[in-house]
C-alpha cells in the first residue's frame, strides 16, 4: 500500500511538475548553446528584462513598507473591523489577473475616469511603464503583509513594551526588537512577493499594450516570440524566468524552516492560517 | 486596551495602510461597478447572456471544477506521502510542489502547450491513440491541473501533521481495518481542510489566463475562457462589454472569497477542539 501510493504520486508529480521544468531548458537549448546566447542578448529581450527588474524594484519595497505598517497595526494593536481589514486586504489575490489590469485600463485609459484628466496634463499611464508598475504592485500586494501578520502576532507585544518602559524610542524599539523576531517572515514574503511581481503576465499583458522595447516585460516577450513560431528563442527567455522559480524555491525552502523554527519557539504554531498564498 | 497603547504608531501605520489600500487596491477595484453603475441594465444583460459569454462562462467553470476535483484526489494522496513516508528526495519533492507558485503563468503555458501539441512529449503518443488535449477543453483542464495543485497539498499538510498516528493505532487495535480508519477517522477528521484546498483550487482556476490562453486554442464558442473574452472586448475598446463580462467573474470570485474564508474558521476551529 504505501509504495503503491509512493509510486503513484511520484509518478503524478514527474508528469506535472518535473516533465515542464525538464521541457523548458531542453527546448531552450534545442538548437545548441549559440541561438540560445543569440536569443538572450537579443536588445528587445534586454529591454524587456530592465523593464521586469525596473517594475520589481518598485513594487517589491513598496508592498514591503506597506507589508511592515500593516502588520505592526494588526498584530500589535487591537481595533474594530480587524477582519474586514484583512479581508480587503486579501482581495487582490480573489480577482483574476486580467480584471487587476482592466481596472487600470478603467482608470486611466482613454475612456477611463482620470483619462480626460491624464491625457490633459500629458501623462501616460496606460501602455506606458506607469501601468505595468501599478498592475505590479496590485498583483503582488498582499503578499509580505500576509506572511508578517501571523509572525509578529506570534511574537506578540511584551519585549516591544519592556523596550518602551526601558526608554527606547518607538523607531528603535522596533529596528532592535521587532526586526529580528521577524526577519525570515520579512524575508519570506518578499521573495513570494518578487516573484509573483516579476512573472505577472495577465495584468500587465492588459496595461502595456506590448511595445517591443517600450513596454514589454519578460512573459510578455516570451509571449510574442512564441506567437512569432520563434519557439527556441521563446523558450530561451522563459529559461530565465524558469531559473528565477527555481532560486525562488530554494530560497523560500531555506527560509521556511526557518519561519517555522521561529513560530514554533514563540507559540504553538498556528499553521493553520499558513494557507498558500497567489 | 489601555496597556497595548504602550506601542507606538498605530495611528501612523493604520493611517498608512488604509491609505495605500484605498489608492493601490479598494479605489482602481471599484472602477468596475462604477463603470457597471453607468452603463444600462439592458446592456449588461444582453452582454452576459450572449451566446458565446455563456460559452465562456460554462467553460471556465467546468475545466475549472474538474481540474479541482483532480487536485482534490491527487493532492491529498501527495500531501499524505510527502508527510508520512520517508522516502529519498523527500523534501526536494516537496520544494518542488509549489512550482506553480513560482514559475510564471507564461512559461507554463507555452511549455504545457508544446508538451500536449500533437507533435509533443506526451501529445504525440496519445494522438496515436486519437486523444487531442491541446486545443480542446482537456488542455484548458491540464493547465488548470498544474496551477491548482499547490493549493490543495499546501492545504492539508499541516492538517495531516497534526494527525495524531495514536488514535488511528486505536482503532487498529480495536480491530478496525485500514479501510476503516481511513473513512471514519482520516477523512472526516481532514474533510474541512480538503474543501478548503479544493475552493482554493478552484477560485484560482477560474479567473487564470497566461498558463491558459497558449494551450486553449481561443476558439469562440468552444476553446475560449473568460478572462480571454474580457481581453478580446477591451482590445476592440468594447469598455461596457469588457466590465460586464468581468462584474459577473468577480460576483462569483468574492463568493468563493467568503465562501473560503468560512471554511478555514471551520477548519481552525475544529482542529482547536
Not at chain 1, 526577519?183 to 516573484?195: D, E, Q, S, T
Not at chain 2, 489600500?21 to 477595484?29: A, E, K, R, T, Y
Request: net charge neutral; hydrophobic share 55%; with cysteine.
Amino acid at each position: 500500500m504505501r509504495w503503491a501510493l509512493t509510486a503513484t504520486v511520484l509518478a503524478f508529480l514527474a508528469v506535472f511538475l518535473l516533465l515542464p521544468l525538464v521541457v523548458v531548458f531542453s527546448e531552450a537549448f534545442a538548437n545548441g548553446v549559440g541561438p540560445y546566447l543569440t536569443a538572450i542578448q537579443d536588445p528587445d529581450a534586454i529591454a524587456a528584462l530592465t523593464l521586469t527588474l525596473t517594475a520589481a524594484a518598485i513594487a517589491v519595497p513598496a508592498n514591503l513598507v506597506f507589508g511592515i505598517c500593516a502588520s505592526w497595526a494588526i498584530a500589535k494593536f487591537d481595533f474594530r473591523g480587524k477582519n474586514l481589514l484583512l479581508t480587503l486586504i486579501d482581495l487582490p489575490f480573489a480577482v483574476s489577473p486580467v480584471i487587476s489590469g482592466m481596472i487600470f485600463v478603467l482608470m486611466f485609459g482613454r475612456q477611463g475616469l482620470l483619462g480626460p484628466w491624464v491625457a490633459a496634463h500629458d501623462i501616460k499611464v496606460v501602455f506606458a511603464v506607469p501601468g505595468i508598475v501599478l498592475a505590479t504592485i496590485f498583483v503582488s500586494f498582499p503578499f509580505v503583509a500576509r506572511e508578517l501578520i501571523p509572525v509578529m502576532e506570534a511574537s506578540g507585544t511584551e519585549e516591544e513594551e519592556a523596550a518602551r518602559v526601558l526608554g527606547a524610542g518607538g523607531f528603535q524599539t522596533f529596528l532592535r526588537v521587532t526586526l529580528p523576531n521577524i526577519k525570515w517572515g520579512l524575508l519570506y514574503g518578499v521573495i513570494l512577493c518578487n516573484a509573483r511581481a516579476m512573472g505577472e503576465f495577465g495584468a500587465v499583458s492588459v496595461v502595456s499594450g506590448k511595445i517591443r522595447g517600450l513596454t514589454n516585460t519578460l512573459p510578455l516577450h516570451i509571449e510574442i516570440l512564441y506567437n512569432e513560431y520563434s519557439f527556441q528563442a521563446a523558450f530561451a527567455v522563459a529559461s530565465l524566468l524558469a531559473l528565477l522559480a527555481l532560486v525562488t524555491l530554494v530560497l523560500k525552502a531555506i527560509v521556511e524552516r526557518r519561519v517555522h523554527q521561529q513560530l514554533g519557539v514563540q507559540e504553538g504554531v498556528r499553521e493553520v492560517e499558513r494557507v498558500p498564498a497567489a | 486596551m489601555a496597556r497595548r497603547r504602550v506601542l507606538p504608531g498605530f495611528g501612523l501605520t493604520m493611517g498608512f495602510t488604509v491609505l495605500y489600500l484605498c489608492l493601490i487596491v479598494l479605489i482602481p477595484l471599484s472602477m468596475l461597478p462604477l463603470r457597471a453603475a453607468s452603463g444600462s441594465w439592458d446592456a449588461f444583460w444582453q452582454t452576459v447572456t450572449d451566446p458565446r459569454v455563456i460559452a465562456s462562462y460554462r467553460l471556465s467553470i467546468s475545466a475549472s471544477v474538474a481540474a479541482a476535483a483532480v487536485n482534490a484526489i491527487f493532492g491529498i494522496l501527495v500531501a499524505w506521502v510527502l508527510v508520512r513516508y520517508e522516502f529519498p528526495g523527500r523534501r526536494i519533492i516537496d520544494a518542488l510542489i509549489d512550482l506553480p507558485f513560482a514559475l510564471p503563468t507564461a512559461v507554463a503555458g507555452i511549455t504545457l502547450t508544446t508538451i500536449y501539441a500533437p507533435n509533443g512529449w506526451i501529445g504525440k503518443p496519445l494522438d496515436a491513440y486519437g486523444i487531442k488535449v491541446a486545443f480542446t477543453p482537456l488542455g484548458i483542464t491540464i493547465a488548470l491541473i498544474f496551477i491548482g495543485l499547490p493549493f490543495v497539498v499546501r492545504t492539508l499538510q499541516p492538517v495531516i501533521e497534526s494527525l495524531d498516528v495514536e488514535i488511528e493505532e486505536a482503532a487498529t487495535s480495536l480491530g478496525a481495518s485500514r479501510w476503516t480508519v481511513t473513512r471514519k477517522i482520516i477523512l472526516p477528521y481532514l474533510y474541512p481542510a480538503w474543501l478548503t484546498g479544493f475552493a482554493l483550487a478552484f477560485a484560482r482556476a477560474v479567473g487564470e489566463y497566461g498558463s491558459v490562453v497558449f494551450i486553449s486554442g481561443n476558439m469562440p464558442m468552444r476553446t475560449e475562457i473568460s478572462p480571454l473574452l474580457i481581453i478580446t472586448k477591451l482590445e476592440q475598446f468594447d469598455y461596457a462589454g469588457a466590465t460586464s463580462i468581468a462584474v459577473v467573474m468577480l460576483v462569483l470570485s468574492f463568493s468563493m472569497l467568503l465562501t473560503i474564508n468560512a471554511l478555514q474558521r471551520w477548519s481552525s476551529r475544529r482542529l482547536l477542539t
